[in-house]
C-alpha cells in the first residue's frame, strides 16, 4: 500500500553524486571568472567591500614596498663606517646636515658624507650617501663650534654596520610579484596587502544566486494574517538565512499551491532569471503524488534529469537532487527540521563549493565543526535507517590536569532532543546533529559521540 | 636619552581595564536598547536582514503554533476506539466522508462519528470529532455498497491510540512564550521561530560605528598615485575590515598629518558624528613627541582620560587607551603588523562585548580559535618582553589510532614569521601568534605551543 519511492540511493552515493556536480559547477564557474578581464562570474569591488568575498583572479603588485630604502628606527642616517670602534667612551661626532621626517623627501643638499649626518624619523627615506642608521638611543645632541659659529652636532656611542635599521626599497613586496592567488577569501590582512600596494579595486567572484520556492496550499508568508488551517512559511527565511551562510545570494520565488503548473512556472521563472541553483521545499514526498517531479518534467523536459530520489536517512528520506536545464535542483521535504538537515548535509557542501567558500581555518585543515562530546543520556535509532539524532550540547567545565596556567578546558554532554521533525522549536533547541549509522540502534549513556555542529 | 614613555602598564592590568570599561559601555548600551519600543541602541529591521544581527529584547510569539491540531502522517481521520482489537487478518470498515488536504478547513459536514473517517495529508487539520490518524500504510482503500448506491471506504488494519499521528494544537510553541531571548545573535534557525510565528520584523541592536584615523606625513591613500617618500595607508583598511569582524560599522575619518591641529579636528569631528569608538594609529610612539596624547588634550581637554600610555609587550609596545568625552579611545602603533596584533589583543574585545558579538560557538565554551601545535623550529624572544611572535601554520596529518571510520585528525607547525613589524607581507603570512611570557625566552623545536588564531 502507501505509494514507494521510485528508488533509495545511499548517503555515501549520494555524496558523491552531488560533489561531482559541485566539482564540474565550480570549474566552469572559475573558468569563466579567470583573468581581469572578467568573464560572467566575476565582478569588479572597491577594497572596502571585499572583506570575505573571493579573488576571480590572481594579483600582482605594479610597485615595490617600499618604494624607497626607508628608516625603521627614530636616529641619524650615518656612513656606517664612521661608526666602526665607537663605545661609551669613544664616541665619534657628527656634524647634522638637517632633518628628515617620514613622508619628507630628501633635499639635494642633505646627502651625507662621512663625518656628517642627517636627523632621521621611522618611516623617512635614507638620504644619499648614507647607508645605516643610528638609533636616537645610542646618541645624544649637542651645539657644538665650527669655524661659521654654532652648529648641531651629534655623538654616536655605539657602532652600526652597513644596511643596519634600513628597511631596504622592494624588500617588502616586488614590483610585479604575486601578492593574492586566485581563490583567496578576502581577511584584512589580505586587503592590508592590496592598500599596501596601492590597489583599491579588484575582481572578485559574482556570488551564485539561489532560487527558493516553497510550495504547500497551507503556507502563507509571515506578516500575512493567518487564515484557519494554515500555517506560516518557515522555510521560506531558514533556507535564505541558510544560502547567505553558505556565500551565495537567495532569491525567494514565493509560494507555490500544490499543483504542477504553479510549481512548474516557479521553476521556469527561476531558471530565466538566472538562479546558479535552485532549491524547492515540500511536494517531494510520495505522499503528495511526488508534485515536484512532475512539475519538473513540465518545466524542463527532456532537459531535465533526476539523479536521486529518496536517500537512505532519517529525517530526510523524500530528498531529491537533479539537474534543470543543467542548474543544480534540490528537492528537501517540506518539513522545517529535515529541509535544514538535508540542506546542511546535500546542500551547503554543494553552494560551498561553487561559491568557494569556506572559512580560511576549514582550508587549512583546523576546521573545529565537530566536537566530542558524550551522550548525556540512552539514545536509540530506528532500525536499519541512517539516523541524524539532533542534539543540544552543554559544557562541562573539568580542571586541566599538570597546569596552572590554562583555563578550564570544558568536555561537552549531548542531549538527544525528542520532539518531532513538524516541530518547529526542535531547530532552536538543536545546536548539533550525531549520524547513528544503519546496524547502530543505541548509544548508551556516557558514550563519546561525534557532534558535527549547525552553525 | 631619547624620551621615555610615561608609564608602561602590564598586559593583564590593560586587559582588566578595558574589560571594566567595556562592560560599562555595552550595560548601558543594552539599557538604552531594551524593549520593543527601541531605544537609541535599537532598531527595527526586516527579517530577511537579521541573519547574525543580535536581538534588543525578548520576543514572544503572538500565536499558538500550530494554531490547530494537525495531521502528521498521511492516512485517515478516525474516531481511534474504532480501531481497538483491529489487525492484519481483522480491520475494521470505515465509511470515507471525505478528504481533507494540508491548508484545507474542514467542511461543517466533515465532522467524524463513529465508523466513518475522513481521508487526511499531513498538515491538514483535524475534523471535529477525529481523535487519532491511521497512517496510509496500514489501510486499504476500497469501493464498498450502501443502501445509497457505490461508496468509499477503508480498511484499518491496526489499531491507533487517541492522539496519535496528531500534533496538538500549540504543543510546539505557545501563544505568549518566548521565542527568543535579548542578545540573541540570529542564526537560521532563530529566524526560522520567528517566520513559524509570522514575526517579519524585529528590533535589533544597532551596530556600534567606530572611527578610525590614520595620522603619518607619508600616508596617502590606495587609488591615488605614489609621490616620493610617501606610502600607502595600510592601516585604514585593515583597521575597517577588522572592525566589521568584530560586529561594528568603520567610519574612515581619513588621513591627518602629523600635527596637533590636522589629528585634534578629525577626533572632533570624529566625536561629532556620534562615534561609539574612536581608533587612531601612527603618533603614538613617544618618538614623535606624543602628537596623539596632545591632540586629545587639545580636542577634548577635561573630558579626556589617558588611561593607558605604553604596554609591556613586543610588538605594540606605544598602545594607548583612554576616555575622550567618554567614548573609548585606542591609539595603536603606525605599523601596519603590531596595529593588527593590538587591534586583536585590545580592540576587538571591546568591540565584541559592546556590539555584543561573538560565533554562538563561543558562547558556549567550545570556541576554537587557539590551536594546539608543535614550534617547527627554536624560537627566541627579546629578553624582559612579553612578546607576540607571529607563526603560520602546517597541518601535519596523522593517522588515529584504534578507528577506521574516522578520518584522519590533523596535528600542526608553527613556523615563526621572522620578518620585522615594518613588514606588510609579514600580515599574509601569518596565520595565529604564540604568546612568550617575560622570562621564556626560547621555545625548543617540537615543544607545545598555543597559537592564537587570527581570524
Not at 321 to 338: H, R, S
Not at 347 to 355: G, M, N, Q
Request: proline share 5%; hydrophobic share 40%.
Amino acid at each position: 500500500m502507501g505509494k514507494q519511492f521510485l528508488e533509495i540511493t545511499r548517503k555515501t552515493e549520494v555524496d558523491a553524486i552531488i560533489a561531482q556536480i559541485a566539482a564540474e559547477v565550480a570549474r566552469v564557474r572559475v573558468g569563466a571568472g579567470t583573468g581581469a578581464g572578467a568573464g560572467g562570474s566575476a565582478e569588479k569591488v572597491g577594497i572596502s567591500d571585499i572583506l570575505g568575498r573571493i579573488a576571480s583572479s590572481d594579483i600582482f603588485s605594479a610597485i615595490d614596498v617600499p618604494t624607497f630604502d626607508r628608516a625603521i628606527m627614530d636616529g641619524y642616517a650615518v656612513v656606517a663606517s664612521d661608526t666602526f670602534y665607537t663605545d661609551e667612551t669613544n664616541p665619534i661626532s657628527l656634524i647634522i646636515k638637517g632633518y628628515l621626517s617620514a613622508g619628507e623627501s630628501p633635499a639635494t643638499s642633505q646627502s651625507v658624507e662621512k663625518r656628517y649626518c642627517i636627523g632621521i624619523s621611522t618611516g623617512a627615506p635614507i638620504p644619499t650617501g648614507a647607508n645605516a642608521v643610528v638609533k636616537v638611543e645610542d646618541t645624544s645632541e649637542y651645539t657644538g663650534d665650527s669655524d661659521h659659529g654654532a652648529i648641531k652636532k651629534v655623538k654616536v656611542y655605539r657602532p652600526v654596520a652597513p644596511g643596519e635599521n634600513i628597511m631596504p626599497a622592494a624588500s617588502d613586496i616586488k614590483r610585479g610579484e604575486q601578492i593574492v592567488r586566485s581563490g583567496t577569501t578576502f581577511t584584512p590582512r589580505e586587503t592590508g596587502i592590496l592598500a599596501a600596494c596601492g590597489i583599491n579595486e579588484v575582481y572578485v567572484r559574482k556570488k551564485p544566486t539561489v532560487a527558493i520556492i516553497s510550495t504547500g496550499n497551507e503556507l502563507i508568508a509571515p506578516g500575512e494574517v493567518l487564515a484557519p488551517a494554515k500555517i506560516y512559511d518557515v522555510n521560506a527565511q531558514t533556507l535564505c538565512d541558510s544560502v547567505r551562510e553558505s556565500g551565495c545570494i537567495p532569491h525567494f520565488a514565493g509560494i507555490a499551491r500544490d499543483n504542477i503548473e504553479e510549481i512548474s512556472l516557479k521553476l521556469t521563472e527561476s531558471l530565466e532569471k538566472g538562479a546558479d541553483v535552485i532549491i524547492a521545499t515540500g511536494g517531494t514526498s510520495a505522499g503528495v503524488d511526488d508534485l515536484l517531479l512532475r512539475a519538473i518534467e513540465e518545466c524542463a523536459g527532456a532537459e531535465s534529469k533526476i539523479l536521486v530520489h529518496g536517500v537512505d536517512i532519517k529525517p530526510g528520506k523524500p530528498f531529491i537532487f537533479g539537474l534543470l536545464a543543467e542548474k543544480p535542483f534540490f528537492g528537501l521535504p517540506g518539513n522545517p527540521t529535515p529541509a535544514l538537515i538535508t540542506f546542511s548535509l546535500f546542500v551547503a557542501p554543494l553552494l560551498r563549493t561553487i561559491s568557494g567558500t569556506g572559512t580560511g581555518t576549514e582550508r587549512r585543515g583546523y576546521n573545529e565543526k565537530r566536537i566530542e562530546a558524550k551522550a548525556a543520556q540512552r539514545i536509540f535509532s530506528e532500525r536499519g535507517r541512517n539516523e541524524y539524532v539532533l542534539v543540544n550540547i552543554v559544557p562541562v567545565p573539568v580542571p586541566v590536569k599538570n597546569s596552572v596556567k590554562k583555563q578550564e578546558e570544558a568536555s561537552f554532554l549531548a542531549y538527544p532532543i525528542l520532539t518531532g521533525s513538524g516541530a518547529i522549536t526542535t531547530l532552536s533547541k538543536a545546536e548539533g546533529y550525531i549520524f547513528m549509522e544503519k546496524g547502530k540502534e543505541i548509544i548508551e549513556e556516557g558514550d563519546e559521540v561525534e557532534v558535527e555542529l549547525l552553525m
